[in-house]
Nanobody
Framework: QVQLVESGGGLVQAGGSLRLSCAAS????????MGWFRQAPGKEREFVTA????????YYADAVKGRFTISRDSAENTSYLQMNSLKPEDTAVYYC??????????????????WGQGTQVTVSS
């Protein structure tokens, strides 16, 4: 139903900033939440943040509160993840995802229906 494409990943020094984008196409009107997850080597996929597509409600994992900010541009069907004060432990592949029907558990990757291809974020110490 929806196609997602991430961009903006790269290499940054600790304390630096990076801005990720997730462009959605297709039946974007069906999106309920747009979320960001990350997966580091040897670790399970981890919830980062999510935003209600029709509202402005935002949700953050404790590990990124105060450092990351999610936003959206509904007219362009794009979600943005602004990452500040990056730490080496933020190094991971970051994925954006969309869910159409939800039970409210936006923090579970298993709930999401469409996924982007992922973009690598590497933070050097």
């Amino acid at each position: 139903q929806v196609q997602l494409v991430e961009s903006g990943g790269g290499l940054v020094q600790a304390g630096g900033s990076l801005r990720l984008s997730c462009a959605a196409s297709g039946r974007t009107s069906s999106i309920y939440y747009m979320g960001w997850f990350r997966q580091a080597p040897g670790k399970e996929r981890e919830f980062v943040t999510a935003i209600s597509w029709s509202r402005h409600s935002t949700y953050y994992a404790d590990a990124v509160k105060g450092r990351f900010t999610i936003s959206r541009d509904s007219a362009e069907n794009t979600s943005y993840l602004q990452m500040n004060s990056l730490k080496p432990e933020d190094t991971a592949v970051y994925y954006c995802a969309a869910v159409y029907w939800t039970s409210g558990t936006y923090y579970r990757w298993q709930e999401y229906d469409s996924w982007g291809q992922g973009t690598q974020v590497t933070v050097s110490s």
